[in-house]
Nanobody, 120 residues
């Protein structure tokens, strides 16, 4: 069983910064990608940023130049540095892991979510 433990959410004023962390543990035999999604009330869950196993990164247009995703492969941990936060960044942020089991089958796991609120 694979678990994702997130941390780092909270309340921040507009223009402020937060850093989210997500650590994966369990019987992981390979990682295809790690990333962050977010879901605001009444809206669908959308991609924020993603890092592929080769190191390539993908960002939503709304967060480019403000957010940075990084990964520590040895620790199976992914980070999201969020700068210049705006009220519209307010959402529950979910960590996502695409991984391989012992049979090399692709699997997907989600974290429990961490609330990020940007407000003065």
């Amino acid at each position: 069983q694979v678990q994702l433990v997130e941390s780092g959410g909270g309340l921040v004023q507009p223009g402020g910064s937060l850093r989210l962390s997500c650590a994966a543990s369990g019987n992981i035999f390979g990682v295809d990608a790690m990333g962050w999604y977010r879901q605001a009330p009444g809206k669908q869950r959308d991609l924020v940023a993603r890092v592929i196993s080769g190191g390539n990164t993908i960002y939503a247009d709304s967060v480019k130049d403000r957010f940075t995703i990084s990964r520590d492969s040895a620790k199976n941990t992914v980070y999201l540095q969020m700068n210049s936060l705006k009220p519209e960044d307010t959402a529950v942020y979910y960590c996502n892991l695409d991984w391989r089991d012992m049979y090399r089958n692709g699997q997907r796991s989600w974290g429990q979510g961490t609330q990020v609120t940007v407000s003065s």
